[in-house]
């Protein structure tokens, strides 16, 4: 955004998403981080709006070009006695991501884990304040925030990588950061739930099929699950690849949640959400997996499918927001056998 004299560009640094404050001549001013875990936004140069999963919404005024900040609105809303600790997650190719453990201060650990990821379409994930954070913190669980490579976190050399080589990136980052909360002992295999909304939600579809054995409960969330059927109705196109040449609709099938579905295989307690009028990702993709789950599982865990009135904005349930986020959010605690924290 153009701001008098000066251009304020946001940037994403470590996960993390800041400004870069250049003078019209390009010169750089100032590199203005959040002064906590999370996202500092312009929101109208040199008002700053920062997102953090510790507290809601803070405003602070930047002084000038240097970048030194000055509070102006406290936030309304703010996590008692927890804590956001940011860890470098070791993952193939020598690299490392990033990710964000809330969780409350003194919690002895191994704890109830709950994972949020994205990783697709370039899409910057973001730290910040989300109810179900909250409460599931709260409650005595950890809240993890996953910077997996395919979304864009790490710029889009990193993104246009993992579209080529999904399976190696963003699916085995999320593998790698659970070994690595088991190896600190935050948590372990059996008290792990992830939980993802559109991409995030195929994302899910594709860990609850190829690893259940890593997960007590998944919630997925407006989820794409058939990737073949989808790429055939919609067509080519860059991040979900095509079916164009000799051996490409094998390696849509080895992503696509329906199609790696074995019979007999012990799955994880599933809660599979959709909206009754999602133009971006249909109902019919929730309902064919919830079906396929329902009749291949070997446990006697519940799969359940939750159609509701909406759109794609059904998403939000993620977040635990409103009635849909109540019952998503109850959903995970119950599989991992948490009560809610009462005030």
Known sequence: MSAGHRLVLSIVSEGQLGLRVHSWGGTLTARITPPSPGALIAEGWPVLRQESPLFSTVLWRASGGSGSLRPLAEAELRMQDCICERHQVPVSSGERIWIEVVRR?????????????????????????MPAVSAFSAAGGASVFLHLRGGGEYGPESWHHAQANRRETTVEDV???????????????????????????????ILLTERPDLF??????????DYVRFV????????????????????????????????????????????????????????????RLREANGAATPIVLRVWQGGHEVCDAVAGIGERGTECLAFLMDGLGMSAALP
């Open 216 to 225: 007590r409960v998944v919630a997925a969330i407006a989820p794409l699950t």
């Open 105 to 129: 201060a003194g919690d002895r650990a191994p704890q109830p884990t709950l994972l949020y990821a994205y990783g697709f379409m370039n899409h910057v994930l973001t730290a910040g304040w």
């Open 175 to 205: 593998f790698a950061v659970i070994r690595h909360l088991v190896q600190l002992g935050i948590s372990d295999p059996d008290r792990i739930a992830f939980s993802g909304g559109s991409a995030g939600g195929l994302l899910a579809g």
């Open 232 to 291: 055939e109705l919609q067509g080519p196109t860059q991040e979900f690849g095509a079916l164009a040449r000799e051996g490409e609709r094998e390696e849509l099938e080895s992503l696509s949640p329906y199609h790696l579905v074995r019979d007999g295989r012990r799955y994880p307690a599933v809660l599979i959400g959709c909206g009754d009028r999602d133009a971006n990702c249909p109902p019919w993709h929730a309902r064919k997996l919830a079906a």
